[in-house]
């Protein structure tokens, strides 16, 4: 039995990491067990009394997804140290710098479980908005800033647009989709939200 004060013989942020990393590359069906304990180094009862079964392992990673990657595209978002479309065309970016600088064909996981798991699973589906949730209303803020005068429900549908449009530049990375092509689409959405700001 562990004794009192001895520390634990694995990382559990370090091991959900790379549990994340299986699912967000392979999806929930095609990550299997043997995997995740080849990868972690963990036998199955260590793996299930840290993390719980399949679906708990896949949920929690999502979670810690959550945590690193959506925190981070809020934070970009939401900084103040560029001015709000700037924001938004960092955001855009970054799934094309993923794959022109990065050849990163993951996508986003949280994009990826909207596909694989949302439509039939509750708890997938809840943290899967919730995800989109925080990103949104980072949008809509920099939207905002950059549109004052556009009413509340303009704004709120601008923001949707920006919002699909990450989404599909992250599902299409996956698919083979060139940099370049990802570009002036991220492109064209950017001049026509500048157009808008000088009509103004």
């Known amino acids: 039995m562990q004794q009192p004060g001895r520390p634990r013989e694995f990382d559990p942020d370090e091991t959900l990491s790379k549990i994340m990393r299986l699912f967000w590359e ?9 995997e995740i304990t080849s990868v972690t180094g963990l ?28 925190d981070a595209a809020v934070a970009v978002l939401c900084s103040k140290d560029l001015a709000p479309l700037e924001r938004i065309d960092a955001f855009l970016s970054s799934p094309i710098i993923a794959v022109r600088d990065y050849n990163d064909l993951r996508g986003c996981f949280l994009c990826n479980a909207a596909a694989d798991r949302a439509s039939h699973d509750n708890e997938t589906r809840a943290l899967v908005q919730k995800g989109y949730d925080k990103m949104r209303k980072s949008i ?3 939207l ?4 004052p005068q556009m009413s509340p ?14 989404s599909g530049l992250r599902v299409m990375s996956r698919a083979g989709q060139t940099a370049d092509l990802m570009l002036a689409t ?12 000088q009509l103004q």
């Open 153 to 166: 429900e303009t704004i709120a549908v601008r923001a949707e647009i920006v919002l699909t449009v990450y």
């Open 43 to 70: 036998g199955k009862a260590s793996l299930y009394k840290a993390f719980g079964n399949k679906q708990s392992m896949y949920l929690k990673a999502l979670k810690h997804y959550e945590g690193l990657m959506v």
């Open 144 to 147: 905002s800033e950059a549109l």
């Open 186 to 197: 991220k492109d064209q959405v950017i001049k026509e939200l500048k157009q808008v700001t």
């Open 26 to 34: 392979n999806g929930y069906e095609a990550t299997g067990l043997s």
């Open 140 to 142: 809509v803020g920099s």
